[in-house]
């Protein structure tokens, strides 16, 4: 299976931080690479897909980049709304793993 | 409105069944693959199985093959999960998903399965 490690499990940060999560693939995984937020209670939802691509109405403050075995996940600007926990999840080998997460809490 | 609605869920004891369902609306079904992705209470998410669009292909996280099986009905707009031999560790909240080309969106808002004696 393919191992995703994600870093950093936990952080906390301000609003209007620049704020960077990272995911590492224990083989390479081309670009098939996605992250989700899920907030307290709540499902899942996509924000980035094939590791770059912004899901449709997802603020631009948020972008993907990486390729291989390395991929981050990058807020611009933190927002209230920001808080959250958020999960890579690679698709390019079965099964399909998820990292642990990071959840991003207010300073 | 794209919609996804679990259902099914319940507590049942180790060793028991449970067939979990997904009614989908909004788009069409049979169009998309679909997937089971599973959280156990206060922990990560963890992908469970996949089915492709026509039920012609199948993948299983390997803690469940051999004890759940997926499918589907296009004709009714329905995923399914049938869980036999159902463990402690099986217990979680289990979200439906639609995929497209690794990308899953939307998710319903999931289903609690509790196995405990």
């Known amino acids: 299976d393919i191992q995703m490690t994600q870093s950093p499990s936990s952080l906390s940060a301000s609003v209007g931080d620049r704020v960077t999560i990272t995911c590492r693939a224990s083989?390479?995984?081309?670009?098939?690479l996605g992250w989700y937020q899920q907030k307290p209670g709540k499902a899942p939802k996509c924000l980035i897909y094939?590791?770059?691509s912004l899901q449709s109405g997802v603020p631009s403050r948020f972008s993907g980049s990486g390729s291989g075995t390395e991929f981050t996940l990058t807020i611009s600007s933190l927002q209230p709304e920001d808080f959250a926990t958020y999960y890579c999840?690679?698709?390019?080998?079965?099964?399909?793993?998820f990292g642990q997460g990071t959840k991003v809490e207010i300073k | 409105e794209v919609q996804l609605v679990e259902s099914g869920g319940g507590l049942v004891q180790p060793g028991g069944s449970l067939r979990l369902s997904c009614a989908a609306s909004g788009f069409t079904f049979s169009s998309y693959s679909m997937c089971w992705v599973r959280q156990a209470p206060g922990k990560g998410l963890e992908w469970v199985a996949n089915i492709k669009h026509d039920g012609s292909e199948k993948h299983y996280v390997g803690s469940v093959e051999g004890r759940f099986t997926i499918s589907r009905d296009n004709a009714r707009n329905s995923l399914f999960l049938q869980m036999d031999s159902l463990r402690a560790e099986d217990t979680a909240l289990y979200y439906c998903?639609?995929?497209?080309?690794?990308?899953?969106?939307?998710w319903g808002q999931g289903t609690l399965v509790t196995v405990s004696s």
């Open positions: 094939a590791t770059s």
């Open positions: 083989q390479g995984i081309r670009n098939d």
């Open positions: 999840l690679q698709y390019n080998g079965y099964p399909w793993t």
């Open positions: 998903a639609r995929e497209w080309f690794g990308e899953l969106s939307p």
